[in-house]
């Protein structure tokens, strides 16, 4: 029986192959239903990109520069892989603020871009007329994909992987929530330890009749190769002219000419053309003709040359524009590597090489949290859903990333059983992990409608005021989309104990903040979890994390006494916030609100209605979070809406937490990330054994060489993530998130730097550091407390 099979003969599951062979794994099985290629690696541009926007997809696209010529040492085929450079083009001025953070991130990664202005661009044929700027990457390159794909399966072949063609796969095997095999169209199974689709645009009904959501669309993706052109520069370099959507590219004296189209054509890649190999579709000038306008204007000399080939064939594109990979919450030992949104072959090394990794260890090798399956909601798996999100999802690839923006396509998913009422209380919604919630609140039609800023935010003022509003009243904040997982049975404690690093054997009716441990001693989960009754807890997680959270618990207490239950919609929590809280729930509630000690919580009374109430705060004051059973929910918010509590929006929340410099699962934490290192030492029982403890203990004795600082940055410049942090000129590390404070109003950011073992927070302190933003550098310096309330009076108040 094969140990591993993978579905799809294109370029990410021959890449998959040949790195499990790499790493001495037998039984491979690579199943392809036509040839090798034929589904849409042999149509694909080949365009190598080893700069991406963030660190991690940047590690994965900077493999392909190593792998691809070494690939051709190993087999002795041309893969084609030539470095041929490249520009980033920019005729808004925003899109600058953009470039010059990417090129940061690429200087750190050891790339070499660099930011020109529009008018040094030097191109021949090339008219710059409305071009700002540009950022030049030398490292850019083209490749052969099937002549690629060819040396994957050579070297795959060699080193024992089986490569069967025309064989289609029917259906996958699952038993017992565990992937099994598959079926054949012929009705023959084969067994396996594991499965990986990678079948592109035909992933998704497998996965659909595996009951695993994947959302990704098969859309029509165009472009055009021209008549060979004289005098065209050799090589000639990589165009993306972003702001009107289309890339060029050398290719054998000719152009290769292409666009992200806005409304993309979808199209059924189970139709009747769906199983004909090498398809390509009819020709579509209409849909084509902006992109042809916008290359004649930026190359004229095409005005005169031929065309002698129109590409049109089938790519796929996921609803948020980013890859879908690792192993499903749904069917344990089935993984997906799907919906590359047009760079597979580009991407096929590094994420060939982190699912082998990840198939063979059962954990990711990196931090792969965006492009992570695990993500996946499982509504936006719908067909209706990832259709309606082809019309800007295709176009964002190239659209321009402005901070906070916000999706249009596709909204309401799901929305909180208090939407209504936050509407009428002035929402101005966004997605925050899928769901609908307030980003701030207007107070008239004038605040409704704010544009995109890559500097000051046009909400920032809201901002203070909806958290100044904390200081002597009370806040209401929409939590309801937090996880919430019940944990019952005879072991729930014992299995409890063993994943959190914290101590949960507390009296009934504690609350105790925890990270949650892989055996690295990495944080795979940040929670607040609450004891109900001997047996019974409350895990509360964050809103992103909530289908991953359920499947790692699930996972981890698999085979003891424990159920499982996902609890996120049957109720509605409130986050009641403020100097004044106490009073105003004193007057709704018969129940005691000031012998009510911090991280408790109870079972209350709100007019009339059973509630729970646990004395948490993310914003750093007094308050509870306020669990209300759904039926409830309009007669107890009303209660306190009426008593004056008003609305405080997700972008005050993310402020206020940060100025209390509480870490955020996914920017500040994650599974590299040890407590040590992310200053949460606090919450480590050295007393019991737990997961990770030995991998804990020995970077406690040896002494940690990296660590999470709160930052005050001089120059009220605009703080994200992944800015380099600077000392004496060298990035000795990286933001990983940031945010203006909501009442101090100070540039905050949290950084993860280099420290000497043993050096102390106060020695941090005293060291001279520096962002930098989008080009600037900016003084910034490590804050031994929180800059809000350092003592926590008033949350403990």
Not at 442 to 467: C, F, K, M, N, T
């Amino acid at each position: 029986m094969p140990e591993t099979l993978i579905i799809g003969g294109g370029a990410i599951g021959l890449s998959l192959a040949y790195h499990l062979t790499c790493l001495g794994q037998q039984g491979v099985v690579l199943l392809e239903r036509n040839q090798l290629t034929s589904g849409t690696s042999w149509h694909a541009a080949g365009i190598v990109g080893p700069l991406r926007a963030t660190p991690n997809l940047t590690r994965l696209a900077m493999y392909a520069g190593e792998l691809f010529p070494r690939l051709e040492q190993e087999t002795g085929l041309s893969t084609g892989y030539r470095r041929t450079g490249g520009f980033w083009l920019a005729r808004e001025e925003a899109r600058m603020d953009e470039l010059s953070r990417i090129a940061a991130l690429g200087r750190h990664f050891g790339l070499t871009p660099t930011v020109v202005p529009g008018v040094d661009l030097r191109v021949p044929g090339l008219d710059t007329t409305g071009i700002v700027g540009a950022l030049r990457v030398e490292e850019d390159a083209n490749v052969n994909p099937v002549d690629l794909c060819m040396a994957y399966a050579k070297a795959a072949r060699a080193a024992g992987a089986e490569i069967r063609e025309n064989t289609e796969v029917a259906a996958l095997l699952v038993e017992g929530g565990r992937a099994k095999g598959v079926r054949l169209a012929d009705g023959s199974e084969i067994l396996a330890d594991r499965v990986a689709l990678c079948a592109g645009a035909w992933s998704k009904r497998l996965a659909d009749a595996a009951g695993v959501a994947l959302p990704l669309q098969a859309v029509e993706h165009m472009y055009i190769v021209t008549e060979p052109m004289p005098g065209l520069p050799h090589p000639y370099p990589v165009l993306r002219d972003l702001d009107r959507g289309i890339y060029v590219k050398g290719d054998a004296g000719k152009l290769v000419i292409g666009g992200f189209e806005p409304h993309a054509k979808c199209w059924d890649p189970h139709g009747p053309d769906g199983s004909r190999p090498f398809l390509e579709f009819s020709e579509d000038w209409d849909q084509f003709a902006p992109f042809m306008d916008a290359a004649l204007s930026l190359i004229p000399a095409l005005e005169s040359t031929g065309i002698q080939h129109f590409m049109n064939g089938p790519e796929s594109f996921t609803v948020d524009s980013k890859p879908l990979i690792g192993q499903t919450n749904e069917v344990d030992g089935l993984f997906v590597a799907a919906g590359m949104n047009s760079v597979g072959v580009m991407s096929s090394a590094g994420i060939g090489r982190v699912l082998a990794d990840w198939m063979i260890e059962g954990a990711a090798p990196i931090d792969l949290w965006e492009v992570d399956i695990a993500r996946v909601d499982p509504l936006t798996g719908a067909s209706a859903h990832v259709q309606t999100r082809m019309e800007e999802a295709v176009a964002d690839v190239f659209a321009i990333h402005w901070p906070f923006k916000q999706r249009k396509a596709g909204r309401g998913l799901r929305k909180s059983a208090l939407h209504d009422r936050w509407a009428a209380a002035g929402a101005v919604f966004g997605l925050t992990a899928g769901w609908e919630r307030g980003l701030w609140y207007a107070s008239d039609a004038s605040e409704r409608h704010l544009p995109y800023s890559v500097g000051e935010q046009p909400w920032q003022e809201i901002v203070h005021r909806e958290a100044a509003v904390m200081d002597t009243g009370t806040t209401l904040v929409d939590l309801s989309p937090f996880g919430k997982f019940d944990v019952s049975g005879p072991e729930a404690l014992s299995a409890l104990q063993f994943l959190a690093a914290g101590n949960l054997d507390v009296e009934v009716g504690r609350a105790v903040y925890t990270p949650l441990l892989n055996a690295k001693g990495g944080i795979e989960a940040d929670v607040t979890i609450s004891r109900f009754g001997p047996d019974r807890f409350r895990v509360t997680s964050g809103a992103a994390t909530r289908w991953r959270d359920l499947a790692w618990l699930r996972r981890s207490c698999a085979g003891r006494g424990v159920t499982i239950g996902d609890a996120t919609e049957d109720e509605v929590v409130i986050g009641v916030m403020g100097a004044g809280s106490r009073d105003l729930l004193t007057r709704l509630s018969p129940d005691d609100w000031h012998d009510f000690p911090f991280a408790a919580t109870r079972a209350v009374t709100v007019v009339g209605h059973n509630c729970r109430a646990t004395r948490v705060s993310f914003v750093g004051e007094l308050g509870w979070e306020l669990s209300v059973p759904v039926a409830s929910r309009v007669p107890v918010f009303d209660a306190l809406f009426a008593l004056g509590a008003r609305p405080m929006g997700h972008y005050a929340l993310d402020a206020c937490r940060i100025e209390k410099g509480y870490r955020h699962w996914g920017h500040d934490l994650g599974p590299e990330i040890t407590p040590l290192e992310a200053g949460l030492s606090f919450t480590v029982d050295w007393t019991k054994d737990f997961l990770g403890k030995p991998a804990l203990e020995r970077q406690r004795a040896e002494g940690l060489k990296r660590r999470l600082h709160l930052f005050e940055v001089e120059g009220d410049p605009l703080m994200l993530h992944d800015e380099p942090i600077r000392e004496d000129g060298a990035v000795v590390g990286m933001t990983t998130s940031g945010a203006r404070g909501a009442r101090t109003r100070k540039t905050l950011a949290l950084g993860m730097i280099a420290v000497s073992a043993g050096e102390r927070p106060a020695d941090t302190a005293a060291r001279n550091f520096e962002i930098e933003i989008a080009g600037r550098l900016c003084p910034a310096r490590v804050l031994e407390r929180p800059p809000f309330d350092p003592a926590g009076e008033r949350m403990r108040a």
